[in-house]
């Protein structure tokens, strides 16, 4: 029996994951239908990778500003960083589009570069063609969120897609978001725009996922070494525009303040992308936990929701994971088979001061492990306790180890310093392995800034000893 499945979203990372895996089963027809100009998926136009491209030049400043043995501090020029950044993001899109397309080359698939309406549960409308399909699944991504803020309609602000862009920027900004995407870019305005940047952060550390000694080493960073100025705890009231720029009225402590500059940055998040799809024609209700960890939706058990647009978790490589998952349960669902829910062990890299001092968290924390109520070791070391960093001029920071007290395989590890997310898929392959810490190789080259893990390792094995 053959079953038809249409994918609306197929040049993004999810998308073309379950295209990928679908494509060569004989008894699958494919229909894969996105409207992107000129396509090739949010990671690769307007997130994950130009994101580094322009990190990296605000970097090789960094570095410089920061190394005594060099004299004088190099300008960064925006145009070229923009113009290189375009030149490689073309080049990226238009291997994703490739892809998509040799797919299409086949008998069983067919692509229309058209936007994706649903009429009913099954039907979508591509322009002017109507695709009954077996199967549906969504993979639209996800699109800018914009705060219900008052008077935010009648100010002109900035997002993530507009900084990537711009080649001059202003005197002064007033940062909005302090998520993955204002950590990342925020120290970019300060470091290669040289911009005054003040940045309104809700709770009193930003980084949800890390153990607070984590973020405080963080904010102490980008307040000593980049000069922003964060205000934590602080809550938006209304924004207005004045002659030269933007006032924000904030609250904090109970006392309200308005600070000014010239430009406000929306670095606020972004959410489903589902505004023109026509859900309202279907059985789908969008609301938390309409899709389940298989991938389904819970209101229409042939709908699968892969990648940011489920609102679950909007990484890259976790858009691609599900996919996979998707496609194999749609296979398992057609053929009444069980289906396998999508589960993966906490996997993040933020790209923090302009990528010199990233943090990466694989699997636990030492307050998820807390709060779980393991038995468990804790071990750290800070970035300074090893020679090599201070040879690499960038000696700030520190990492942490957790580790099962019993048998001592390793639960997690965090990291908040140079080179710590080029650690992240070995610390992948040790927590998802199970690895006995005393099982771990202690064998870095030196001088080489794996040391660091070494050192966990150690102190790690030497407190399983102890019990």
């Known amino acids: 029996m053959t079953i038809h499945v249409a994918i609306l979203g197929a040049y ?3 998308g073309v994951a379950v295209a ?4 060569d089963d004989p008894n699958v027809q494919l229909t894969l239908v ?16 130009p994101s580094k491209e322009v990190l990296s030049a605000s970097a090789h400043r960094f570095h410089a500003r920061h190394d005594p043995r060099l004299s004088g501090t190099p300008e960064v020029d925006l145009e070229s960083v923009v113009n290189l950044k375009d030149e490689h993001i073309y080049n990226f899109a238009e291997h994703r589009r490739g892809a998509v397309h040799d797919l299409a080359e086949r008998e069983n698939v067919d692509f229309y570069h058209d936007t994706a309406r649903f009429v009913d549960d099954h039907t979508i409308h591509a322009g002017n063609r109507e695709i009954e399909a077996d199967y ?15 008077g935010i309609e009648d100010v002109d602000f900035m997002t993530s897609a507009d900084v ?8 002064s900004g007033i940062v909005m978001g302090f998520g993955y995407v204002g950590l990342e870019l925020a120290p970019y305005l300060s470091e290669a725009a040289g911009m005054d940047i003040t940045v309104i952060e809700h709770d009193a550390r930003p980084m949800d996922e890390a153990d607070p000694e984590f973020d405080d080493e963080l ?17 938006e009231q209304r924004v207005e525009s004045t002659e030269d720029g933007v006032r924000l009225h904030v609250e904090r402590d109970g006392d309200e303040r308005a600070i000014e500059a010239d430009q406000l940055f929306l670095f606020t998040g972004r959410r489903p992308n589902l505004d023109r799809l026509g859900l309202e024609n279907t059985s789908l209700k969008p609301d938390s936990g309409w899709v389940a960890d298989t991938m389904q939706s819970r209101d229409d058990p042939h709908t699968f929701v892969v990648g940011d647009v489920n609102g679950r978790e909007p990484i890259l490589h976790v858009a691609k994971e599900q996919g996979f998952k998707a496609a194999e349960n749609i296979l398992a669902h057609a053929r009444g088979a069980d289906l396998e829910p999508y589960e993966n062990v906490h996997h993040h890299v933020i790209f923090s001061a302009t990528g010199v001092y990233p943090f990466a968290r694989v699997g636990l924390s030492e307050d998820a492990a807390k709060d779980e109520g393991r038995n468990y070791i804790a071990v750290s070391r800070g970035a300074s306790d090893d020679g ?4 690499k001029q960038a000696a700030e920071g520190l990492a942490k180890l957790v580790v099962d007290a019993e048998d001592g395989t390793v639960l ?6 140079y080179h710590a997310d080029v650690m992240a898929k070995t610390m992948q392959v040790v927590i998802e392995r199970g690895m006995d810490v005393r099982d771990v190789p202690d064998r870095a080259y030196h001088p080489t800034t794996p040391e660091i893990l070494d050192g966990l390792f150690r102190d790690a094995s030497a407190e399983i000893e102890k019990q």
């Open 164 to 171: 990537l862009d711009t080649t001059q920027f202003p005197d």
């Open 20 to 23: 990928g895996e679908l494509a």
């Open 388 to 391: 090599v960093f201070k040879t």
């Open 136 to 150: 549906v699944v969504v993979a639209t991504g996800s699109v800018v969120n914009v705060p219900d803020l008052s």
């Open 412 to 417: 997690g590890y965090q990291g908040l310093h």
């Open 219 to 235: 904010l102490d960073i980008y307040r000593e070494d980049f000069d922003i100025e964060i205000l934590t705890e602080t809550h």
């Open 34 to 49: 996105d409207d992107g100009e000129p396509g090739g998926g949010l990671c690769i136009l307007r997130g994950c990778m």
């Open 12 to 14: 993004g990372s999810a």
